[in-house]
């Protein structure tokens, strides 16, 4: 009985720490371009209607579309908003006369293929979604796959 206890246990931390890796949200510019970091800063800005350079290029940010646990997760992680206020924010930019939001993607592959073609192009994408096609960068200086690294899914 303990020894069958103690193997349910087990397999229910691998799977929710494979969970875990899966949900980090990977920041991701095209294989070709220079920038290796951003800070949340920047990033923050760039997602936020703000000009921001990166890599020699002005940053062109896309995102997923609302109501997804990958943009639920990212603006609260980099813009620190619910979807509602995110929502109230663009709202506000509009009627004050200033950019609009970043273009939404349908899907994680259309995010993958923008991003690798698109200069000046920055997204996220879930960890296990990463391509050939596009680089993942770090945040703050903080890579993806180091246990401090902080973006992630709803």
């Excluded at 951003?38 to 890599?55: M, N, P, Q």
């Excluded at 062109?60 to 924010?89: C, I, W, Y």
């Amino acid at each position: 009985m303990k020894t069958t206890l103690l193997a349910i246990c087990l397999t229910l931390l691998v799977a929710s720490t494979a969970t875990a890796e899966s949900k980090k949200l990977v920041v991701v510019v095209a294989k070709t371009s220079t920038m290796t970091s951003i800070s949340k800063s920047d990033l923050k800005h760039a997602f936020s209607g703000e000009t921001v350079s990166g890599g020699g290029k002005t940053l062109v940010p896309f995102n997923f579309a609302t109501s997804t646990a990958e943009r639920e997760g990212f603006d609260k992680a980099v813009l620190g908003m619910s979807p509602d206020e995110v929502g109230q924010f663009w709202i506000n930019r509009k009627v004050r006369g200033q950019s609009a939001a970043p273009r939404s993607l349908p899907s994680t592959a259309h995010i993958a293929k923008v991003v690798a073609k698109f200069p000046g192009a920055i997204g996220y994408l879930p960890a296990d979604a990463l391509t050939a096609d596009v680089k993942p960068i770090s945040v703050d200086g903080v890579a993806y796959t180091d246990a401090k690294y902080s973006i992630t899914a709803r």
